[in-house]
């Protein structure tokens, strides 16, 4: 770490310490305290040689400024998901249920159940190593003290909102589908059946079809995530590098 200067270390570390604020790893509900000693410890090991920045307060605040807007093109990714999975738990009638997220305070059954997936396919596939290697770049590319926007705003917000609703619509399309094709099996089935209680049966029946899609769907889901997160790397690399 020879020639690392110590006012380079600190700016990186409010990048950092800004990035892992709003990134949804390894959580929203972390301690405060781990994610400093994250952010401490990879501002000294990942800040590179250089001048040394004079320690001014507009500086320190682009900089905790790019580390927020670093952690939401990532966050943007896993609440796709999320949203998928409430949107597909609403239609099976699931929102009513509430359960623990990392990533919120509480939100419903399979939106917790699609986070917690998500999460858990970043942590055991490459996901982390694909962090760190943003991360890495993120320094060498705009060094620590020299931190700029180099981006439209409203442009990143167009094409994010964009990428969040697609994922969204891809991850909650099968189980959606499946809850149609059931509805109107119901539909039909009343009409035949006159004597039938859709109020008993009909909970069952949507429950069941959602379950079916979203089991239909598990063998594409995975590369789905990974693919997604991958590509968001690259996404927030090009909008933040330029």
């Known amino acids: 770490m020879d020639g690392v200067s110590l006012e380079a270390m ?17 959580g929203m509900t972390t301690p405060g305290p781990v994610k400093l000693v994250l952010s401490g410890t990879l501002a000294w090991s990942l800040t590179a ?4 920045p004079a320690l001014t307060l507009p500086a320190m605040m682009l900089e905790i400024l790019v580390g927020l807007v670093a952690g939401f093109l990532i966050r943007v990714v896993i609440q796709a998901f999320t949203f998928g999975g409430e949107a597909a738990g609403t239609q099976m009638g699931l929102a009513s249920i509430g359960f623990f997220n990392p990533l919120e305070s ?46 439209d705003p409203r442009l990143v ?10 994922l969204g619509l891809m991850t909650a399309a099968p189980m959606i ?9 119901l539909a039909v089935l009343a009409r035949a059946v ?11 029946l949507t429950i ?14 995975g590369g789905l995530v990974t693919r997604a997160l991958a590509e968001q790397l690259q996404v927030a690399g090009r909008i933040l590098f330029g």
Not at 49 to 52: C, D, L, R, S
Not at 125 to 143: N, T
Not at 209 to 216: L, M, N, P, R, T
């Open 10 to 26: 600190f700016y990186a570390f409010l990048r950092l310490s800004a990035f892992f604020v709003v990134m949804p790893f390894p």
């Open 49 to 52: 040689p250089g001048p040394i």
């Open 106 to 151: 509480q939100i419903t059954l399979l939106g917790s159940a699609f986070t917690f997936l998500v999460l858990g396919l970043f942590a055991l596939g490459d996901g982390p190593a694909r962090l760190l290697a943003f991360l890495h770049r993120f320094l060498e590319l705009m060094p620590a003290g020299q931190a700029e926007l180099r981006f």
């Open 157 to 166: 917000a167009s094409e994010e909102g964009r990428r969040f609703f697609v």
């Open 177 to 185: 589908a499946s809850v149609f094709c059931a509805q109107v099996v």
């Open 194 to 204: 006159p004597t039938l209680n859709l109020l008993i049966e009909g909970p069952g």
């Open 208 to 221: 069941s079809a959602g379950i079916v899609g979203f089991f239909a769907s598990l063998h594409s889901f």
